[in-house]
């Protein structure tokens, strides 16, 4: 077997996150609201955690879930943000934070998800629901099967726009996960960075309720809520050096205090994180010798990608282990595993199969015959 060993901070694919003050590693304590996390968004991991999985209402936080079917839907072109939607005298009937949808009143979807997004409107929100399932039930339902593929074990879902309602709860955590769904939706940003704009030809204005795009250098969103049962709670994205950071506060007690906490986590992350795009290593062989076989050798591939997230503190580097044999033994499968490469830092680890790209089938008299006849009708 051939086994290399490349250890080496690699400049030119790692990205160091720029800070203005290093604020050094977070404490639950600096956190004043009961429930809180930090995630790097392009791999999952957990920066900063507390009470997780403690399972609270999060008012308008709800409009993330609801948002990724809407996105889904205008991805796939189910959804055309020309098409009108009328408002039931349900949707019409919200109250709470809303744009005074009259029954029968009709919007584009754009207005509608940009009300949603930007306004917090409960009523845009069921709008939405109701045109793309029919009634808002079955919307709702079609939300906790995707909080249940999403992996969020702490969330029920009792209505699409965060309303106070009995047994509707989720977690610091789960919010993560969903926000980290609905960001692969790039277009989500068209709104989210909305400060203030006009609807219903300029006779409605709507005002961001994140105050963190006039105040936070990368804000990117994504959605606050605010009621009774929750109090304050906010999903705040933002982008910097290439890192993409999700930092969820459940339950403050004012506003103020829900900014300053979301803030603080994304401070801590930027300054104390980065990210390590892996590549795959340029000494990575394109073949491996074949024995046996109907062909000399066959053809390698390898799809390495993706990032780990590196503590800034640590001095560890960026080591990239090769593990490919000097040759292999005939049949050969299409995709069938030969080696791998391995990336780590530190206790981080990714792992990628080194494949062959082809069939290689085993030698034997008839295919030899066959070969050889196919080659001199061919002369």
Same mark, same amino acid.
């Given at each position: 077997?051939?086994?290399?060993?490349?250890?080496?901070?690699?400049?030119?694919?790692?990205?160091?996150?720029?800070?203005?003050?290093?604020?050094?590693?977070?404490?639950?304590?600096?956190?004043?609201?009961?429930?809180?996390?930090?995630?790097?968004?392009?791999?999952?991991?957990?920066?900063?955690?507390?009470?997780?999985?403690?399972?609270?209402?999060?008012?308008?936080?709800?409009?993330?879930?609801?948002?990724?079917?809407?996105?889904?839907?205008?991805?796939?072109?189910?959804?055309?943000?020309?098409?009108?939607?009328?408002?039931?005298?349900?949707?019409?009937?919200?109250?709470?934070?809303?744009?005074?949808?009259?029954?029968?009143?009709?919007?584009?979807?754009?207005?509608?998800?940009?009300?949603?997004?930007?306004?917090?409107?409960?009523?845009?929100?069921?709008?939405? $629901?109701?045109? !793309?399932?029919? /009634?808002?039930? @079955?919307?709702? #339902?079609?939300?906790?099967? &995707? %909080?249940?593929?999403?992996?969020?074990?702490?969330?029920?879902?009792?209505?699409?726009?965060?309303?106070?309602?009995?047994?509707?709860?989720?977690?610091?955590?789960?919010?993560?996960?969903?926000?980290?769904?609905?960001?692969?939706?790039?277009?989500?940003?068209?709104?989210?960075?909305?400060?203030?704009?006009?609807?219903?030809?300029?006779?409605?204005?709507?005002?961001?309720?994140?105050?963190?795009?006039?105040?936070?250098?990368?804000?990117?969103?994504?959605?606050?809520?605010?009621?009774?049962?929750?109090?304050?709670?906010?999903?705040?994205?933002?982008?910097?050096?290439?890192?993409?950071?999700?930092?969820?506060?459940?339950?403050?007690?004012?506003?103020?205090?829900?900014?300053?906490? $979301?803030?603080? !986590?994304?401070? /801590?992350?930027? @300054?104390?994180? #980065?990210?390590?795009?892996? &590549? %795959?290593?340029?000494?990575?062989?394109?073949?491996?010798?074949?024995?046996?076989?109907?062909?000399?050798?066959?053809?390698?591939?390898?799809?390495?990608?993706?990032?780990?997230?590196?503590?800034?503190?640590?001095?560890?580097?960026?080591?990239?282990?090769?593990?490919?044999?000097?040759?292999?033994?005939?049949?050969?499968?299409?995709?069938?595993?030969?080696?791998?490469?391995?990336?780590?830092?530190?206790?981080?680890?990714?792992?990628?199969?080194?494949?062959?790209?082809?069939?290689?089938?085993?030698?034997?008299?008839?295919?030899?015959?066959?070969?050889?006849?196919?080659?001199?009708?061919?002369?």
């Amino acid at each position: 077997m051939i086994k290399k060993s490349i250890s080496a901070v690699i400049l030119s694919v790692l990205t160091v996150v720029p800070t203005v003050i290093p604020v050094g590693a977070l404490s639950r304590e600096e956190i004043s609201a009961p429930a809180a996390v930090l995630m790097e968004a392009s791999t999952g991991k957990i920066l900063f955690e507390k009470n997780p999985h403690e399972k609270r209402p999060c008012a308008s936080i709800t409009k993330v879930m609801t948002l990724i079917p809407v996105f889904e839907a205008v991805e796939s072109g189910k959804l055309k943000l020309s098409d009108q939607i009328t408002a039931s005298e349900h949707a019409a009937s919200m109250g709470g934070s809303d744009i005074w949808l009259e029954p029968g009143e009709t919007m584009s979807a754009d207005d509608m998800i940009k009300a949603t997004v930007v306004a917090s409107a409960n009523d845009a929100a069921v709008a939405l $629901a109701e045109h !793309l399932s029919g /009634s808002e039930e @079955a919307f709702v #339902s079609q939300m906790n099967q &995707k %909080a249940k593929q999403l992996g969020m074990k702490d969330t029920v879902f009792k209505n699409c726009n965060g309303l106070d309602e009995e047994g509707h709860i989720t977690s610091a955590y789960d919010v993560a996960l969903m926000s980290r769904e609905l960001i692969k939706h790039r277009k989500v940003f068209d709104y989210t960075s909305i400060w203030l704009d006009q609807l219903r030809g300029g006779k409605t204005q709507i005002v961001n309720t994140n105050k963190l795009l006039k105040s936070y250098n990368g804000i990117t969103g994504l959605k606050t809520g605010t009621t009774d049962d929750a109090g304050c709670c906010i999903s705040a994205t933002a982008e910097r050096g290439g890192m993409s950071l999700i930092a969820v506060v459940l339950g403050a007690d004012t506003g103020k205090q829900r900014f300053s906490d $979301a803030a603080a !986590l994304l401070n /801590s992350g930027f @300054a104390d994180y #980065s990210v390590v795009e892996l &590549k %795959a290593p340029k000494d990575l062989p394109s073949d491996v010798k074949v024995n046996g076989g109907m062909e000399k050798s066959v053809k390698l591939s390898c799809k390495v990608g993706g990032k780990i997230v590196k503590p800034n503190a640590t001095t560890d580097e960026l080591q990239v282990d090769l593990d490919v044999p000097e040759e292999i033994d005939a049949p050969v499968k299409e995709q069938q595993r030969v080696g791998s490469v391995t990336c780590r830092i530190g206790k981080e680890t990714r792992r990628f199969p080194v494949v062959a790209s082809e069939q290689v089938e085993k030698i034997s008299f008839p295919r030899v015959f066959g070969a050889l006849m196919r080659s001199m009708l061919t002369i």
